[in-house]
Structure formats: C-alpha cells, structure tokens
C-alpha cells in the first residue's frame, strides 16, 4: 500500500517560470516531510524539509507548503532553472513509527531552456 | 565532508550466484539504512541500523538476504542466492539529527543486473 503518492510521472516547464510538484500521502501520522533530488546514476540529494507544525518552508528558490487538512504537500521552484531538470522524491515520517520514511514514485521534472 | 560511499556501482551477475554490496556512512551518522529502489519506484527500506544494532529489518527478505555492520560503521548487504526479480539499485543512507528532526544522506547506489 503506497502511503506517499507522487501522481505526476513528469512535467515540463519553460526556463524562468515555476515548477509545481505535488506529493499526498494517506497516513495522517506523518508529520515530517522531505523533498529528495535525484539526478541520473546518482542517489537521491536532500532539498527541503517540512514538519507539521508549519504549513510553509522557503529555501531560496524552492518552497514547500503543507497542507495537514488534504494531506498534500507541493514543491515549488521559481524560477525553474534547467539544471532543476532531475527526478523529485517526496518522503513522509512519523514520529511514532521509528523514523521509518517512506517515499513517493518520484516525478521527473524537465526544464526546458 | 566526504559523502555516503559505496562499492561496487554496478554489478551484473547470474542467477544464483551471491552478492554483496559495501556502503561506508557520513562519519559520525549512527543510523544506516538499506533501500532497494524499482525502476520508476521511489526508495524502499530494507534495513536500518543504530550502530550495529539492526532496529528494523522487517521489510528484509530473510530467506536471501543478509546484512551486517560489525563495528557500527560499515555496512555489507549480501544476496544469496539471487534472483532475476533482484535486480533493482540498491541506495545506502545515512543521517544525522537537524533541529530535532533527521535528514537521510544517499550514496550513489550499486545497481544489480541479475541475468
């Protein structure tokens, strides 16, 4: 049973404009949240973070919203560079489980020049 | 600061045959996971460490797989024997705690082609 849900397999955006990556997840004891980067024959890179407690988290040019209510998470990048261009994983702990995480199918996002 | 290693980053084996793959953690992260990674699958957990006390293992197909870390820092995975639906890349992490919360470290992966 896939408790992170990444329902885009991919999107394209134009250079300049901003990406939007969406991320649900069904367990509603989660209440930490990841964004992993993951270019070609390379693991996953950290991005951003979120606990529950907040609902926004802004790193430079990438923020993440929480929405505890939808149980949806969003990934924002703007303006999209293509050196953005990589597959995005979202990932979800609780708490109580042992920091287990658990990570979405992942979207691959292209950044068109 | 020198990232999550790992050896080998590609393998090709036969059917049967055993494998073992190496991860060396973030000096100083205690907890070691194992994922194993579908293609066009995010990650999924195999085992996790604290030092060398294996906490969750619960998703570790026992019949084949195996894995140490003796002194609490290197880690090996082993498979045998293994099997076609074995193929798959194989991501070792670590972490360490952030503002109270932990951030998992990725190694580059070894990625296992079973024929």
């Known amino acids: ?113 | 600061e020198a990232g999550v290693v790992q050896s080998p980053r590609y393998k090709i084996i036969e059917k049967k045959q055993p494998v073992a793959f190496w991860c060396n953690p973030i000096s100083g992260h205690n907890t070691l996971y194992w994922y194993l990674q579908n293609l066009g699958q995010g990650p999924e957990l195999l085992i996790r460490y604290e030092n060398e006390e294996a906490v969750d293992d619960s998703q570790l197909p026992k019949d084949r797989f195996s894995a140490e870390r003796l002194k609490g820092v290197d880690s090996t995975l082993k498979i045998q024997p293994a099997e076609l639906g074995d193929s798959a890349v194989y991501l070792c992490a670590s972490s360490t705690m952030t503002g109270g919360k932990e951030t998992q470290y990725f190694g580059p992966g070894t990625r296992l082609l079973v024929l």
């Open chain 1, 1 to 113: 049973d896939q408790q992170v849900k990444q329902n885009s397999p991919s999107l394209s955006v134009q250079e300049g404009r901003i990406s939007i990556l969406n991320c649900d997840y069904t367990n509603s004891m989660f209440d930490y949240f990841l964004w992993y980067k993951k270019y070609p024959a390379e693991g996953p890179t950290f991005l951003i973070s979120i606990s529950s407690i907040k609902d926004k988290n802004e790193d430079g040019r990438f923020t993440v919203f929480l929405n505890k209510s939808a149980k949806h998470l969003s990934l924002h990048i703007v303006p999209s560079q293509p050196g953005d261009s990589a597959v995005y994983f979202c990932a979800a702990s609780a708490s109580n489980t042992g920091n287990q995480f658990y990570f979405g199918t992942g979207t691959s996002l292209t950044v068109i020049p």
